[in-house]
């Protein structure tokens, strides 16, 4: 089955990432390059990545025909998505266990997804 894991930032995680030297910073790129890895490693990894900043974000909404856009970022809430995995693994237990790697599952949030199997619909 597959899951999306939703990587989660907030206040105090970003705080705490923009008082990272930059050798700290590299050394957490590092870890997720390494999860990366391993997740690729044992056939599990379909696709990961990082999120640009929220104020590059733009909303776009269509009424009456007409395409409109304003940029973002528009999260009414303090947590804001800052990257994914995308797995394959066996069960949900297994995607909780890939999720409890991400550091921000200590400071913030990682949620875990599965995918809507849509084999039965055609398309």
């Known amino acids: 089955m597959k899951y999306l894991i939703l990587i989660w930032s907030n206040p105090e995680s970003r705080e705490i990432w923009e008082s990272f030297s930059a050798e700290e910073r590299s050394e957490g790129f590092a870890y997720y390059a390494t999860l990366a890895e391993d997740l690729e490693a044992s056939g599990e990894l379909i696709v990961t990545e990082a999120l640009a900043d929220p104020s590059l974000t733009k909303r776009v909404t269509v009424r009456e025909g007409q395409t409109m856009t304003s940029d973002g970022p ?7 998505l800052a990257g994914f995995f995308l797995v394959e693994c066996e069960s949900t237990e297994r995607a909780v266990e890939i999720a409890a790697r991400v550091p921000e599952a200590e400071l913030g949030l990682v949620e875990v997804r599965p995918l809507m199997d849509l084999s039965g619909f055609e398309m």
């Open 74 to 80: 528009f999260a009414e809430a303090k947590e804001l």
